[in-house]
C-alpha cells in the first residue's frame, strides 16, 4: 500500500512563496506517476501538476510560469514550489500517486491519495 505525506502548507500574502513536499513510501518499484491536486472550498478538486518517473512534466494553465513541480527519488519525495502566489490559490493541495507508463497529464486520475495540506493566500 503505498502512503502519502504532504508538508510545507501555511498562509502567506498574495505574491509570496511556498514550497511543498510528498513523501510516498510503499512502493514496490515500477514506472508511475505522481501529482498535485487542489481543492478549493465550494469547488472540486482539479489537478495542479504531474510528473512520472521519467521526469516528464505537465502543468494546469492557471499555474504554468508560477508553479513547479520536481522529485528527489533518492529520498522519494515529491515537491511543488509555488511562487507569485494568488488568493485564488487558496486551497486544500494532495499529493497523489499511480502507477503509470509514459506521459502523465495533469488532468488524470490518481489511485493513491494523501490527506492533503492547506494553502492560504491573503491579498
Known amino acids: 500500500q503505498v502512503h502519502l505525506v504532504e508538508s510545507g502548507g501555511g498562509s502567506v500574502q498574495s505574491g509570496g512563496s511556498l514550497r511543498l513536499s510528498c513523501v510516498a513510501s510503499g512502493y514496490t518499484g515500477g514506472s508511475y506517476c505522481m501529482g498535485w491536486f487542489r481543492q478549493a472550498p465550494g469547488k472540486e478538486r482539479e489537478g495542479v501538476a504531474t510528473?512520472?518517473?521519467?521526469?516528464?512534466?505537465s502543468y494546469a494553465d492557471s499555474v504554468k510560469g508560477r508553479f513547479t513541480i520536481s522529485q528527489d527519488n533518492d529520498k522519494n519525495t515529491l515537491h511543488l514550489q509555488m511562487n507569485s502566489l494568488k488568493p485564488e490559490d487558496t486551497a486544500m493541495y494532495y499529493c497523489a500517486s499511480k502507477r503509470w507508463l509514459g506521459f502523465c497529464p495533469y488532468y488524470y486520475g490518481m489511485d493513491y491519495w494523501g490527506k492533503g495540506i492547506l494553502v492560504t493566500i491573503s491579498s
Open positions: 510528473i512520472n518517473s521519467r521526469g516528464s512534466t
